[in-house]
C-alpha cells in the first residue's frame, strides 16, 4: 500500500506537469485561434449582456431547441461557448492546485486498477497497459468532440497529446512504484 501512495503522488505529479506544459505556459496558443483585441472585447461585451443573466454554463449557439433554432444551426456559423460569469485570475492557484488533486486522485485510480489486474505482470506489461487504456479514452473522449459535435479539430488534438502524454507520464510512474513481481517475491509480499 505504501507503494501505491507513494506512486500516486508522483505519478499525479508528472501527470499535472506535463499538462503544465501545455496549457500553463505560452506552448497553449497552439491550441487557440486568437480574435484580435477589438474583436474580443466585442465579444465579452456581448457574452456578458447576452449570457450574463442566465449565468456561467455550456451555451450550444444558436440553441437547436426549436426549428427555428435548428435551421439556424444548418446554416452556421455555430458555436460551443463555455461561459463563466465571473473574472478568473491567470495563473490561477487555485486551479492549479486543485489540479494537482485530481491528477493524484486519477493515478491512485488506476494504480488500484493495475495493482488488482495486473499484480504480477511486469513494468512493460502495466506500462502498456495503461498507455492503451489511457489511448482508448482520450481518443473517444478528446477527438470524439470534433466527430460527434463538429468541434474544431486543432483545439481537440492538442488537447487529445497533452492527455494521452500526461497519462504516458503517469503511467511509467505508477506501472514502476507497484511492486515488481521479482522483489516481491524476495521479500514476500507487501
Excluded at 503544465?20 to 485561434?33: D, E, H, I, N, R
Excluded at 442566465?54 to 433554432?69: D, K, L, N, R, V
Excluded at 439556424?72 to 486551479?95: E, M, Y
Excluded at 493495475?114 to 502495466?126: E, G, I, K, M, V
Aim: a neutral charge.
Amino acid at each position: 500500500m505504501p507503494r501505491l501512495l507513494i506512486g500516486s503522488v508522483l505519478g499525479g505529479l508528472a501527470m499535472w506537469l506535463v499538462g503544465f506544459v501545455f496549457w500553463g505556459t505560452p506552448l497553449s496558443l497552439l491550441a487557440y485561434k486568437q480574435a484580435g483585441a477589438g474583436d474580443s472585447a466585442a465579444l465579452q461585451a456581448a457574452l456578458a449582456q447576452h449570457l450574463g443573466p442566465t449565468g456561467t454554463g455550456a451555451y450550444w449557439i444558436p440553441s437547436p431547441g426549436s426549428a427555428a433554432g435548428t435551421e439556424l444551426v444548418g446554416r452556421g456559423p455555430n458555436a460551443l461557448v463555455q461561459f463563466v460569469n465571473s473574472g478568473i485570475a491567470l495563473p490561477d492557484t487555485g486551479a492549479l492546485i486543485g489540479g494537482l488533486i485530481l491528477a493524484i486522485l486519477c493515478v491512485l485510480v488506476a494504480g488500484i486498477a493495475l495493482r488488482s489486474c495486473a499484480a504480477r505482470a511486469s513494468f512493460a506489461d502495466r506500462f502498456k497497459l495503461v498507455l492503451l487504456f489511457a489511448a482508448a479514452i482520450t481518443l473517444y473522449t478528446d477527438l470524439g468532440q470534433p466527430v460527434f459535435n463538429h468541434m474544431p479539430w486543432g483545439y481537440f488534438t492538442y488537447l487529445w497529446v497533452s492527455d494521452l502524454l500526461s497519462w504516458a507520464a503517469a503511467g511509467a510512474v505508477i506501472a514502476w512504484f507497484l511492486p515488481h513481481p521479482r522483489s516481491e517475491a524476495q521479500s514476500g509480499g507487501e
